[in-house]
């Protein structure tokens, strides 16, 4: 009975009539702006313990992701900029609310990591997933790999995460300037001339295949937004990533 019911909810979506959708819509992105803008600082780390303390927002925009999605009201996702700008903005929001629902860990790192991303679970538009799931099922098979430089699991290794909700309108170039910011810190990109080395952020590893669609090897990837020059022919090595939890309070434990 219990995988019944289970199976149930995974392939039954709730269906909101467009126009209480699109008023949700716009409620909901103002939720999430107000948290990015509060809680955020222009590193882009969280004050997690002050949003504990103040969750409204952050919730109010949960609880919208649960009913609507692109899936569930395709209509007001019309666009594939739309889809993609909701989803980049979902996953970084259920992210941020699985550290409080988590009880605020201070890493991701060993076994940790597997109930983060995979046991826990989240209702997106009526579809019950973990956010590995929703990752590598439903974002990564729209095309766009710049969203490694823009989805945000909370961890310090991952993309600074701005102080702003990603939105259909201004997509692109959003994307475009997270790709440029993430090689633009040493923590990401590291040129090392005496060894004819670059070093790169670990999501370069993670995520190959999506970078390679669109160029021969990783520098000629990463070349294209980079600020220094670095040639073709050098080797490529990874920066170990960082799972520590990017809380801004976490150099006072």
């Not at 467009?18 to 780390?45: K, S």
């Not at 919730?59 to 996702?77: C, G, H, M, Q, R």
């Amino acid at each position: 009975m219990k995988a019944l019911i289970f199976a149930t909810i995974l392939s039954v979506a709730i269906l909101v009539p467009p126009a209480i959708a699109q008023e949700r819509e716009t409620d909901a992105l103002a939720h999430w702006t107000r948290v990015l803008r509060v809680f955020v600082n222009n590193q882009g780390e969280v004050d997690f313990r002050g949003l504990a303390k103040d969750p409204a927002d952050l919730k109010a925009f949960v609880d919208f992701i649960a009913k609507v999605s692109p899936e569930s009201n395709p209509a007001l996702f019309p666009t594939m900029e739309s889809r993609l700008a909701y989803h980049i903005n979902a996953y970084n929001a259920l992210a941020m609310y699985n550290v409080i629902d988590s009880g605020m860990p201070t890493s991701l790192s060993g076994l940790r990591k597997v109930g983060f991303f995979v046991f826990k679970q989240f209702s997106i538009g009526g579809r019950t997933m973990s956010l590995y799931a929703y990752e590598n099922e439903v974002i990564r098979p729209l095309g766009d790999e710049r969203v490694h430089f823009a989805l945000n699991c909370m961890a310090v290794g991952c993309p600074r995460l701005p102080k702003t909700p990603f939105t259909a309108s201004e997509l692109d170039d959003q994307l475009d300037r997270e790709a440029r910011r993430f090689f633009a810190e040493p923590r990401n990109l590291q040129r090392v001339p005496e060894t004819k080395t670059v070093r790169l952020s670990e999501i370069l590893k993670f995520y190959r295949e999506d970078f390679l669609r669109r160029s021969p090897n990783l520098i000629a990837y990463v070349i294209q937004y980079a600020r220094e020059k670095i040639p073709e022919d050098y080797a490529v090595e990874f920066i170990g990533y960082d799972w520590t939890i990017n809380d801004q309070n976490r150099t006072e434990r």
